[in-house]
């Protein structure tokens, strides 16, 4: 059982067609891992009971009995959504996120809702309003975030798949940290319809697995049109995984973008890593490029005005009138509103929203909203305009390992700049995926990324499936979270 805690996708998918584990049995081994090991670990803020989780079944295909973790901005019907935030203690979604309804159409059982930085606001999963959630490989350390419950849980060998959800890089920057895939669609790709909404404009629902294949197969199971969300791609059905047979195409020309992988600040041990995946990327068969992106340096400043802009807008409407609590000493109308958002929301959110407000008022809104969509659109030609001469870009996900935890309680700079490299994909719309290629001298895990034109998903995947399978790093876990530990 000790090999079923790290065991991918596929391989439990056909140890139960196989009929050599039932799918009740597999839901209480991975139950009973969160048992055991999540007390300390604080993936999940909350885990259902067997009953329920098996009564929302349904005769799928894809993902027939596998067991998933969602993080807690996604609507589950019935279910809390709390956004790991004080204002939605006590709400309960009424309808199921289309993301859900595809998994759970394709078989899968949906076990728990994960940790996460309030309302998505934070790389490092510290800003939860409930619990703290801890690196499976140095529990001194953070996942990262915002989705590091979702990352911690499927790292550590709890679940199997996980989803999360990336503004900025709240999927792939914790799955580098932590040592597993994370993936970030092009943007329309998953429905955003159920996802509590942070910043509109870049929003996506990405998946969290241990190995290529099994991220290909989740997202092939909820990519597609959704008519309920008016920025949602054409095409129904998408199948990412048909490609994946360990090699890359002839002629592939990938774009290694030099102004991100030897940026001033990289890890010793991150820059050798990120060189040693560049090599085996030739080996494979792929040209390299070296090339420069220059608005990608100011991708940062970018995401930091027009993701607080429409988080303020998006906050809005928990008010204390139709969303969440309600504050109890409040007597007057501008009271309910003041106090109740004022005892609900953490710090970093109501910085944001302050910040959000600032830059868009009157007299400010030209100066950063306006000038920050301008270099939006911007980069936005540039990564295209590079597209035209390389078929994917490659690049660090995290300038060095996970961090301690409160190592920028005092340097805010600091921990806005953990999005430095992976937010340009955000911003201009494509997708991204990042996946494990090393380790620091301390043991901690190491990721790169590529990143590809609009819908390009397929590509992405078969030539990071055929590094994968080079390469050993998807097959080492967390020594604290195997069944011998």
Known sequence: MNNLAFASIKDVRALLDQKKISADELLDFYLARFARYDNDLGSALEIFDKKSIQEQARQGGLLQGIPGLIKDNICMQGRRLGCASKVLETYKAPYNATAIERLMDAGSLLIGRANMDEFAMGSSTETSAYQMTRNPWNRDCVPGGSSGGAIAAVAAGLIPFALGSETGGSVRQPASLCGIVGSKPTYGLVSRFGLVAYSSSMDQIGVATRTVYDNALVLSAMAGNDPRDGTSVTGKKFDFTKDLNGKIPAGLKIGVIDNAVYAEGINPDVAQALDDAIKQLEKLGATIQHIKLPTMEYSAATYFVVSRAEAASNLARFDGIRYGARSKQAQTLDEVYAMSRTEGFGDEVKLRILLGNYVLSVGHADQYYNNAKKVQQMMR??????????????????????????????????????????CAANLVGIPAVSVPCGFTKNNLPIGFQLLGPDLSEGLIFQVLHAYEQQTPWHTQHPEAFKENA
């Open 381 to 422: 030609a540039e990564f295209l305009a590079a597209f035209e001469g390389v078929d994917l870009l490659f690049a660090p996900v995290a300038a060095a390992g996970a961090f301690p935890f409160n190592a920028f309680q005092d340097n805010a700079v600091h921990m806005d700049l953990q999005d430095y490299f992976t």
